[in-house]
């Protein structure tokens, strides 16, 4: 049975001469499971949101839309609303009301249902998505996580037969957003809903998908199940490649006759019959003999702080302590609620820590003057982008931290490094996330600091822009940069040391290479299928590398 | 469909003529009690505009804009104590009127006063507070749609606002007092209360002054770009 | 307050109606012994319904009730029975201290019975009434909440990022604001979209919530209503009149509309207290057979 039927969809927005959707024909059918990926700006969400009435953005607009066979503009808004759900991006935003159990029977009162009937539903929700516990909270009380499966679930109480998500995880930290995955999978398995999806962490769905669309500049430029979506985009030789699961990409890197693997089980049995039948003639990469960390000179040095917001609260830091050399890519990785950002805060004077002591460039910090600790010292990237932004143009968000009389040179340097030149006059919400992000980098970097903190830097990035993100900072000479993060593997691509965080203080510190080696569970999917094999592989390239010199 | 709405009319026009009759049955017998009569009769002034509101079938976007407007005015509040002469609920209740129509301010500031007060206090204070700022955001409106203020008279739009404040929202609120007063005391002139509040008052226009001279150009500015984005 | 009482269980309207009701009650009373009786009740009320820590704000009603008592015959010169003479010869008349002392008891009832409502009417049950009489203030109302915390946190993230630039207070706040304008709107936007996505303003909109009504209720209502409307009819008959000034005139108990209004008056203001000790007793009895 077919479920959507997109036939010769082409779509452009106002004022817009390129065309954001090009000649889309897809067919969806009732039960499938489907991933739509593509790197951003390539039209995934403006097709998402043809699927959905209410929101289909106005602009030019041909070709047609099936759903159920009758043209879905025919469809009336009540039985669209229950049929079709659809999942944002943001957890937060599309959060209507204050209470849990609100939030859940919000859509089932605008359908018209009685008390009874909505009573009923909210309750068998509830209990299948496990939220009875928190039924009477006050949804400021959740986590991004379970506000995220609270929005699925209050979508999902309307009973719909296809459910669309944008996104969905992007804002989430990594367990919470493979929960997340797996429900969705739950609900495709059990309940049979269609599952159209958009996503940019293909490790979690790529296996669990029937299909995969891949898109670009408005195009499909490939759809069919996993597996030969990958051949396909390595017969074009697309750069979507390095956007696929780790697997497949060392797969298409060494070149094999044998069948490709999508999970990382996969891809130990596939490294096993490979490499089964012959010595390994190297099983380690060189390591690089780096200083001793304690004897460089350090950037940040903070000693025992023991830090807690309130008198009567627990402590947060207990005793965290880093040393941070010159001229590094520090990471600091650690599960949620660790502390870790409140470690990043309290080593730039937001938080006061009661006990121990920070030293910036070999100064305490309560020596300096606060003019004189952000000018030119110390400067930290929020995790959200948005918080930066008080201004109507890119240009002056960008001016308004610059300073001295090179002034506008700066900013065009600036933009120019960041890629930012062609959006300067555009506002600061109407750019895109990656955008976003890049333009708050070039803000918090105008004030020419000489030690970079960044909190979550790669949230929401998708696999290409993480690359280019990888690229600005690596351009940054002299600049030395302490970073926490959930994302293991930008860490070990990218980081010169990681140190692990975990109940107040940091546990172990090494090389991007020996930490991530030494772990077995906290660590890249390359080094987990690998480990069996070659003892420091790290990232995919790692992988590749030897396994070709072993072939 | 039709039937609810008839439904609700009748509930509504119901609802009024209670009112009146409550009213008129506590002038006649309530010992006189002026501040009973008073609440009720700003409780009967505040009902025309909630009725007109929930018998026009809303926009979702409507309700959440009245909804952000009326969560930033009560944020703010919160948010500055700490600055000096910095009280920007009243002025941005203003801008609210200013930026999405009459009843969208009117409604906005009542639902401010409400929710703020549940930070602070319910009290017999609060029907009054409430119809006061739903003035000051009603009228604020009113003279932008007749074009008197809008956000290039940034000096004449902030003196304005100040204005509203000593002639509506201050004397609304003495009145409580007034009758609050006037039962507990007896025989207590109006203007002696006037009098005193005026310094209260003084002090709430001048820092309302203070905030739309601030706020009320960029605000504007930004709520406007957000319409034309967004085609409201 | 971890635990809800028994009383915070009825019905928020039932619960509505029935505060209101009492604060009628109160304002209507300048009878000396009503007044007294119903601060008696309220006060009882209060303690019951809010814990017993409150019996520590004790002290500060008195000193309250005394100031608000002895002040009226300052303004009100009026009365019989000069007690003395002030600022060269303004009397401090008894009867208007005794009008004074009746108005202050049934000024603090009426606070004591906003404590009550704070306590009582917490924002979720006001939303529930809302919603009942009109459904987009009371939708206004939920979002609002949901928004003003959010927003806190957001206005703390923007600060915390703007830790990098000096500027001054008012232009600080200026910017945060302006900021928080863009932001808010851009985020309602999506939050309207989603509403719509959920159906919102397809048709009628049904109505759920955590509250029903139950025997209990309809029985408290029931009794809310007679009780009242006992004291007003009693009161209308002249069962309450009370005049101070010139000198003091009561109805006292040979009346027998003041004998019921006294009666009602009292059960009325008792049925909380009622509600919370029956619940307490029947949960002793359970537990001893248990």
Redesign the interface.
């Known amino acids: 049975m077919v479920h959507f039927e997109i036939k010769g969809l082409s779509f452009s927005y106002p004022n817009s001469e390129k065309k954001a959707l090009d000649n889309i024909n897809l067919t969806i059918k009732k039960g499938e499971y489907i991933t739509i990926c593509g790197r951003s700006g390539s039209g995934k969400t403006t097709l998402l949101k043809h699927l959905k009435k209410p929101i289909t953005p106005s602009g030019k607009r041909t070709g047609e839309i099936l759903f159920d066979g009758a043209p879905l503009e025919e469809m009336d808004l009540k039985t669209q609303a229950s049929a079709i759900g659809y999942v944002m991006q943001n957890p937060d935003n599309q959060i209507v009301t204050d209470k849990v159990w609100h939030e859940l029977a919000f859509g089932l009162e605008s359908l018209g249902c009685d008390t009874n009937t909505i009573r009923l539903k909210v309750a068998e929700m509830a209990s299948y998505f496990g939220i009875q516990d928190w039924f009477h909270k006050n949804v400021n009380e959740l986590s991004g996580g379970q506000k995220q499966l609270l929005n699925l679930a209050s979508i999902m109480a309307m009973q719909p037969q296809v459910l669309i998500c944008d996104e969905p995880t992007s804002q989430l930290d990594p367990i919470a957003a493979s929960d997340f995955l797996q429900t969705i999978k739950k609900i495709n398995l059990e309940l049979g809903t269609t599952i159209i999806m958009t996503e940019h962490r293909l490790e979690e769905v790529f296996h669990a998908s029937d299909r995969v669309v891949v898109m670009e500049e408005g195009k499909i430029i490939a759809c069919g199940e996993p597996k030969t979506v990958g051949e396909e985009l390595k017969k074009q030789n697309n750069k979507m490649v390095a956007a696929l699961p780790t697997p497949m990409q060392i797969y298409y890197g060494v070149g094999s006759s044998l069948q490709c693997p999508i999970t990382v089980r996969e891809g130990r049995s596939w490294l096993d019959d490979m490499l089964s039948d012959k010595k390994l003639k190297r099983d380690r990469l060189p390591e690089q003999d780096s200083q001793d960390i304690n004897e460089q000179a350090p950037a940040i040095f903070a000693k025992e702080l023991w830090y807690r917001y309130g008198k009567n609260d627990k402590d947060v830091l207990k005793g965290a302590s880093v040393l941070v050399p010159k001229g590094s890519l520090y990471a600091i990785v650690g599960g949620n609620g660790t502390g870790k950002s409140t470690f990043l805060k309290s080593i730039c004077g937001i938080c006061r820590p009661y006990s121990g002591k920070v030293k910036i460039d070999g100064k305490n910090i309560t020596k300096y003057k606060s003019e004189e600790l952000f000018r030119n010292c110390l400067a930290l990237l929020p995790q959200d982008p948005q918080s930066l932004f008080v201004k109507k143009t890119v240009r002056e968000e960008l001016l308004e931290m610059a300073a001295g009389q090179n002034q506008e040179s700066d900013v065009m340097a600036m933009a120019e490094k960041c890629e930012l030149t062609p959006l300067l006059d555009r506002h600061p919400y109407d750019i895109s996330g990656g955008e976003q992000q890049r333009t708050a980098l070039a803000k918090v970097l105008l004030a020419k600091p000489k030690i970079l903190l960044m909190d979550e830097p790669t949230k929401g990035m998708d696999n290409f822009f993480k690359q280019e993100f990888a690229r600005i900072l690596k351009e940054l000479k002299d600049i030395t940069i302490l970073m926490v993060s959930h994302d293991i593997e930008f860490c070990a691509k990218y980081a010169d040391y990681v140190s692990m965080f975990f109940d107040g203080g940091i546990i172990t510190t090494n090389t991007a290479r020996r930490f991530f080696s030494g772990n077995s569970f906290y660590t890249t999917s390359a080094n987990r299928m690998s480990r069996h094999m070659f003892a420091n592989a790290v990232t995919e390239e790692d992988v590749i590398e030897l396994c070709r010199e072993n072939l | 469909?039709q039937g609810?709405s008839l439904k609700r009319t009748v509930v509504y026009t119901a609802m009024i003529v209670l009112a009146v009759l409550v009213l008129i049955i506590f002038w006649k017998?309530?010992?006189r009690?002026h501040?009973?009569f008073g609440t009720l009769l700003v409780i009967c002034g505040m009902l025309p505009v909630?009725?007109g509101?929930?018998k026009k079938?809303?926009?979702?976007?409507e309700?959440?804009?009245?909804?952000?407007m009326?969560?930033?005015a009560?944020?703010?509040r919160?948010?500055?104590a700490i600055?000096p002469h910095?009280k920007?609920m009243a002025g941005i209740i203003m801008i609210t009127g200013m930026a999405f129509g009459p009843t969208a301010g009117f409604?906005s500031g009542m639902?401010?006063l409400?929710?703020s007060n549940?930070a602070f206090?319910?009290?017999?204070w609060t029907p009054w507070q409430m119809f006061a700022f739903g003035i000051a955001g009603f009228v604020a409106g009113l003279l932008y749609d007749k074009g008197i203020i809008n956000e290039k008279k940034r000096i004449v739009t902030a003196i304005i606002g100040g204005i509203i404040v000593v002639l509506f929202v201050g004397p609304i609120m003495d009145t409580s007092t007034f009758f609050l007063a006037d039962?507990?005391?007896?025989?207590?002139t109006p203007w002696a209360i006037y009098l005193s509040g005026l310094p209260v008052n003084a002090v709430h226009a001048a820092a309302t002054v203070?905030t739309l001279f601030?706020?009320c150009p960029?605000?504007l500015?930004?709520?406007n770009?957000?319409k034309v984005?967004?085609?409201i | 307050m971890s635990k809800e009482t028994a009383f915070a269980q009825i019905n928020p309207m039932v619960c509505f109606i029935y505060i209101i009701g009492a604060m009628a009650l109160c304002m209507f009373t300048i009878h000396p012994v009503a007044g007294f009786a119903v601060l008696f009740m309220t006060l009882l009320c209060y303690v019951n319904v809010c814990g017993r820590v409150v019996l520590k704000k004790l002290p500060l009603l008195l000193v309250v009730y005394m100031i608000l008592s002895l002040s009226n015959p300052v303004f009100n010169t009026r009365g019989e029975t000069i007690l003395f003479t002030y600022f060269g010869g303004r009397p401090f008349t008894l009867e208007a201290l005794c009008y004074g002392m009746v108005l202050s008891a049934m000024f603090i009832s009426v606070m004591l019975l906003f404590g009550i409502y704070n306590r009582m009417m917490t924002s979720e049950k006001l939303i529930y009434i809302f919603g009942g009489l009109a459904p987009n203030m009371g939708l206004i109302l939920s979002m609002v909440l949901r928004f003003v915390p959010h927003y806190g946190n957001q206005i703390k993230k923007i600060s915390m990022a703007r830790h990098i630039k000096e500027e001054g207070k008012y232009s600080k706040v200026t910017n945060l604001l302006s900021a928080m304008t863009t932001w808010s709107l851009e985020a309602g936007i999506v939050t309207a979209d989603s509403m719509k996505c959920r159906g919102y303003g397809c048709g009628k909109r049904g109505r759920f919530s955590i509250y029903s009504f139950k025997r209990k209720d309809i029985v408290v209502l029931f009794l809310t209503i007679l009780l009242f409307l006992t004291v007003m009819v009693c009161r209308v008959k002249g069962g309450l009149d009370a005049v101070f000034i010139p000198h003091i005139k009561i109805i006292g108990r040979d009346n027998i509309y003041f004998v019921i209004a006294m009666c009602a008056m009292v059960l009325y203001l008792a049925i909380p207290i009622v509600i919370n000790v029956t619940e307490a007793v029947k949960w002793y009895i359970l537990r001893l057979k248990a």
């Open positions: 469909m609810k017998f309530g010992n009690n501040y009973v909630i009725c509101f929930e079938r809303s926009q979702a976007r309700i959440v804009l009245i909804s952000v009326s969560a930033l009560i944020v703010s919160m948010a500055f600055v910095f920007p409604i639902i401010s409400l929710i549940f206090a319910q009290g017999p039962g507990m005391m007896g025989d207590v203070v601030l706020l960029p605000m500015e930004r709520i770009r957000i984005k967004y085609e």
